[in-house]
């Protein structure tokens, strides 16, 4: 497939990497040569088959209508603009493109989010809950999208609501904590992600996916057919 990267920060650069090795044609454009999805012009996606965007929360949403408009379907990893889906969904579905986003396009972190929407229901049964999460100091959103996935989860499981607490320091590349605590015990589930090489490698494959494809997708309810 033609691909093109949104981003040349460390995770895109390992997704156009990780896309190099699985043999795709692979452009990558920076947001220096990109300032308000500008460069995204139906001529300069004509030969695109999917965009994958990893830019900031500031950025994302001018790259999806651009997209959109150009009848191209796009991958967002990027978080910090969920505010904005219903009408990016509504874009996508009006002029048929296929657009898929998520939090975490980690394997291992949706699996996760499966263990957490069993744990949730702990909240029935006199546990108080918290989630945890650490990232690196140059992170743009807090709470993150992962963590945020997490709270929805727990809560569509019954399980209420649950506060969630931010760290940014050093360069973690991402910890999620979840806790349920009670008078007699304690659970602990985690979740650390050792590099961003399973983000990488989930994005490609939501691109392949999601390729040819129309409507509006999360990767949670669509990685186990990749």
Not at 161 to 183: C, P, Y
Not at 188 to 212: N, T
Request: hydrophobic residues 40%; contains cysteine.
């Amino acid at each position: 497939m033609n691909l093109l990267i949104l981003g040349r920060g460390k995770t895109g650069s390992l997704v156009a990497e990780v896309a190099n090795q699985r043999r795709h044609h692979v452009r990558v454009l920076s947001a220096a040569d990109n300032a308000g999805g500008r460069a995204l012009t139906p001529e300069f996606l004509a030969a695109t088959n999917v965009v994958i965007d990893f830019t900031t929360p500031s950025s994302v949403v001018a790259n999806a209508e651009a997209c959109i408009r150009a009848g191209k379907n796009l991958v967002i990893g990027t978080t910090g603009w969920y505010d904005q889906l219903p009408r990016l969904r509504e874009m996508a579905l009006s002029a048929n493109a296929g657009l898929l986003y998520g939090s975490n396009f980690s394997i291992g972190v949706n699996l996760f989010f499966e263990i957490a929407a069993i744990a949730g229901t702990a909240l029935h049964h006199d546990y108080s809950g918290q989630i945890f999460e650490r990232h690196h100091e140059h992170k743009k959103d807090a709470p993150s999208g992962t963590a945020m996935t997490l709270q929805k989860i727990i809560r569509e499981s019954g399980g209420g609501e649950i506060e969630i607490v931010s760290f940014r320091e050093g360069d973690v590349v991402g910890m999620h904590e979840v806790v349920f605590n009670s008078a007699g015990d304690r659970i602990y589930l985690c979740h650390d992600a050792k590099s961003r090489q399973g983000y990488a490698e989930g994005a490609v494959r939501a691109a392949e996916w999601l390729a040819g494809k129309t409507g509006f997708f999360e990767f949670r309810n669509v990685w186990r057919e990749l």
